[in-house]
């Protein structure tokens, strides 16, 4: 039987056809290292997509809600007062109809808001009251010298109230006055006005259930206490519109006596007895659910309020909240899509890798299907199909778990880029596998080599990166903090890209002119393996550019996450420090030499200065003159208390300066000053022309703990000098090693309020900084970018070892053969050494490179004192301890990889080898 025969056979009824879905298969099968990777790259990129947006928002949403939380109802929900007219002709039947017809309106305002207000309205609120009447302060002597009433109307208030004795009013039923009557102007004992009363109110006025008191509105109107109620939910929001409903107001004027106000609630019906002095006042509120202010769009939300306040003339201080929110709200944004793009970005360096990989294991399957006849589109549609089953299930688990992880509303807008990551397996497969040929090089095992135009369009693209990045640091350092507000920055998105990959094409390019000197050094000195690796490696790079740049992207978002929480963390301490200037600090007014020494004497105490408040002089130099404040403090006192502050730069305490004037006073300057120093200033205290010369011993823009602006710093001696009479205003203190701050403030506390007789308020600098740091949006930067340095060392250790995994083939090959021409081991494995080493080592330097780049465009562009509590943006701070460890950790992975390679080198048979040389 012939070949051709013998195929006819096997397509008829022997063995089955291998078709394309088969085949596919087989190489998934015989593969399955390169298949895990493609998942796990493209999981982790779509999980990274999906859960950044949701990130932000989430971090966002918390502190929005945090912001607008601290708010009290009065200054969240849209409220105005105006007037309300009531016929007093009409009756309570007139009354109710407009009061209903005004329910309806406000129902139609309501639901004619925008769509981001709209769901946080409640039912609009209306309250209505009269005037403060003066009223019968009744017959048993309670201390009070007036009692005025304010008759309240609402609605709701059985829904609100418990009642504690007695009842609610009932509803009334004032009949109409009849054509001609005289006009309503009060009411009488036998049809009194039924109002009910507080429980406190009624017992501080000695207002008993069933008394009757005459309330001084229009002629006479008479009323009966007939209930006391008590509130169903004391926290409900209605109170705060509401004051003083549950406790009476109570003013003690020197010369009139006790005067008390308290306010009573009638039935709607009432409301003409109610108007006979003239219109009642009207309170509209529109309540707004603060809690949901998390999951809404800040920008929609703050012009849907806009528009609101200005169509239903309300105020709110909601859209100035919002809009303090913004500048704060932007950083974050900015930060976490900076940091999310290191992640994502390594992460399809992965996946490239893995195809790479994938492509380089299958290369000779590949091109023995060309051999055959099988077309460009049949070879590329076949790793465009295994992409397909292994990225699409891989990005829909990645953003199942994404939106497990990170709660929220989902749109499908916010799901299509992370699912679309699904379809990038195929599409690098296909093209990595429609680009394999069966030449002759390619037949004998050997790998492509680029052509002339090849290398040239790489010449190109890498300039085209490097000039893009370079573009991109000068737009955004020119940009610089008054960049745009609107969104995130897609150039700063970009950017740890962009960074990453010029600084490896640079660092590639130019990193043989090293390597090929070093390699002429060692030419001439004994040994094989130092001269032969260091010169393989200038010749051609084992790896090339995409483990290097998936490498170095992840070193370097990791080293600008450190150096962003370092910023964080530097920046709230030296705001914390300038806030307090102290580790506690304790107001201790009019406080005696005796109290600072008994506060020195406490347990916990280290050092203490007293801060004096000494009235104003006016500095003169020449014919100029300005009034400062005079703060009095012994300046070795406060360099002791101020010594390791962070951002605190310690005060001069030599007065004895070379050339001063023996009875000059030695003094700080804070802040600016309109007189020039250079012409003998002088200090006046009194009003005289002469003044008291002075030695300025350095001029500072604050003195954290002791001044404003514009003040001048003098010690006990030169306070007598000028004649002031200094008062202790506070203590600055301390703390000694390992003493609780909050507990020695207690303790100082308590020795100040024994001296001084009332409860002195304190500040520490540990309350203030977690003030800072303990706040929503803080606290989410530093998960997020925890997170984010995380996976970006997690996935470039993987892409390290996929960088290494490409070329084990040839380095078990390039070992067998050296061991087998009899080129001692230790030389065979130290050539595999530099194989590796020199591109992970480049890998490792350009990422940190490019995060040392980084950081500070980043830094340059976000306010960080929104995040910091501090009044100028921070310095960047890098963390040396992170920093340490971070070159620790990679340190580890380079030399794990490396090890790696060796061993991996070690498990080719120098016969396999040697078989294929002759095949």
Known sequence: MTTATSARADRRGGRPALSSARLAARQLRTDPTTAVLVVLATFVAACVLAAWPRTVDRVVGTDQADGVGRLVATRVDPTR???????????????????????????????????????????????????????????????????????????????????????LPAPADVDPLAPGAPPRTGTGPDAPLEVALSVASAERISWQVGELRTLQGGTGVTAVLVGTFEAADAADPTWAHLDSTFAPQVVEDPDAGTLVTVFPYADPGALPVLAVSGPLSSTTWFPLETGSVATTDRAALLTDLRAFRTATATDTELDAALQALEPRQRLVVTVLGVLAAGPAGVALGVLWLAVALGVERRRAALVLLRARGASTVLVGGLGAGQGLVLGVPAAVAGVLVAVALTPGPTTPTDLAVPLATGLAPAALLGVAGARVRATRAALSGARPVAAGAARTARWVAEAVVVGLAVLAVVAVRQRGLAGDTQGVDPVLLALPVLLALAVCVVVLRVLPGPLAALARVLARRRGLAGFVGAAGASRSPAAGLAPVAAVALGVAVTTASLVVLGTMDGGARRAAAAAVGADVAVQADGATAGTVDAVRRTPGVAAVAAVADGGEVVLRAGRAGDALAVHVVDLAALRDVQDGLPGVDPLPVDPGAPGSADDAVAVVLVGDVEVDLDDEPALDAGGSSAGVPVTVLTTRPTVPGVTGPSAVLVDEAGAQRLGLRPVVERLLVRTAPGADPAVVAADVADVVADATGGRPATATRAAALERVTGGALVGGVRTATAVATAASLALSALALGLGVTLGSRSRGRLLALLTTLGVPTRDARALVRWEVLPWALVAVVAGLASGALLAPVMLGTTDVSVLTGGATPPPPTPGPTGLLALAATYALLVGGAVLAAVVGARRTSAVTVLREGEA
């Open 81 to 167: 007062a105006s007037s309300w007219l009531v016929d007093t002709g009409g009756g309570s039947a007139d009354a109710l109809d407009d009061l209903a017809a005004q329910r309806d309106a406000l129902a139609a305002t309501v639901a004619s808001a925008g769509p981001a207000l709209r769901p946080l309205l409640g039912e609009a609120r209306v309250v209505l009251s009269t005037d403060r009447w003066v009223a019968d302060r009744g017959p048993r002597d309670v201390g009070i010298a007036e009692l005025t009433v304010g008759v309240r109307v609402d609605e709701r208030l059985p829904d609100l109230v418990t009642v504690a004795d007695g009842r």
